[in-house]
């Protein structure tokens, strides 16, 4: 059981230049999230979804999109990035476990736009 | 406001001490509570949900106010390993909406 994994690891990006961050689960999870994670700011809800076909905006969506074609997949794409977006990208599944759904985070994708 | 609140820290604590984070929540729609340690440059962690019976496991114990929208963890006989950032989340019944709050660091001294 590989948990919540994501790709790549670090990544560099020039301003304007798209890209996509995957993400993948492996414990049948409905509920994927991604977050952004800045010094000082705390986790912040980039996007979410509730199940395969389903997704929906969280507190900072701009600039982001998202899909969710299997309940495996939920990969994050940047359409134009920019120095805004250089941050620490987490994504997460949530499961129910016992009495309620607890949320398990993959390890983090580093970016740094220039 | 922020949604969830956490105190700012951050604590420095000698080993063997006992220590205590706050936490409190505006949104009284949250169902389900959560504490999480965050290591430097990694992802968070689940430490325990939070009931509203409360609840402990081993040298840590939540409790959850929902009259007050206070969420607390414990921490005694504090080791050199629970160095780390501590995070307080409140968040829907099903999964969703999980809002975190900002972190209190913790550092325990020898």
């Known amino acids: 059981n590989a948990g919540v994994t994501q790709t790549p690891k670090f990544q560099v990006l020039k301003t304007g230049q798209s890209m996509t961050l995957q993400c993948a689960q492996d414990m049948n999870h409905e509920y994927m999230s991604w977050y952004r994670q800045d010094p000082g700011m705390g986790l912040r809800l980039i996007h979410y979804?509730?199940?395969?076909?389903?997704?929906d905006q969280g507190e900072v969506p701009n600039g982001y999109n998202v899909s969710r074609s299997t309940t495996e997949d939920f990969p994050l794409r940047l359409l134009s990035a920019a120095p805004s977006q250089t941050s620490v990208y987490f994504c997460?599944?949530?499961?129910?476990?016992?009495?309620?759904?607890?949320?398990?985070f993959g390890p983090g994708t580093r970016l740094t736009v220039t | 406001r922020k949604e969830v609140e956490q105190d700012p820290g951050p604590f420095n604590v000698p080993e063997g001490a006992t220590v205590a984070f706050n936490c409190t929540y505006s949104?009284?729609?949250?169902?389900?509570f959560f504490w999480y340690r965050q290591d430097c440059r990694k992802e968070p962690k689940l430490l325990m949900s939070v009931y509203s019976s409360g609840n402990e496991d081993g040298r840590f114990t939540a409790q959850l106010n929902r009259a007050s929208q206070y969420i607390s963890l414990l921490i005694r006989d504090s080791k050199l390993s629970d160095s780390a950032t501590y995070l307080c989340?409140?968040?829907?019944?099903?999964?969703?909406?999980?809002?975190f709050g900002p972190g209190t660091r913790l550092s325990v001294l020898p």
């Open positions: 979804s509730v199940g395969a076909g389903i997704t």
């Open positions: 997460a599944s949530s499961g129910r476990t016992g009495g309620g759904y607890e949320q398990y």
């Open positions: 949104n009284s729609a949250s169902q389900s």
């Open positions: 989340v409140a968040g829907g019944n099903y999964g969703q909406n999980f809002v």
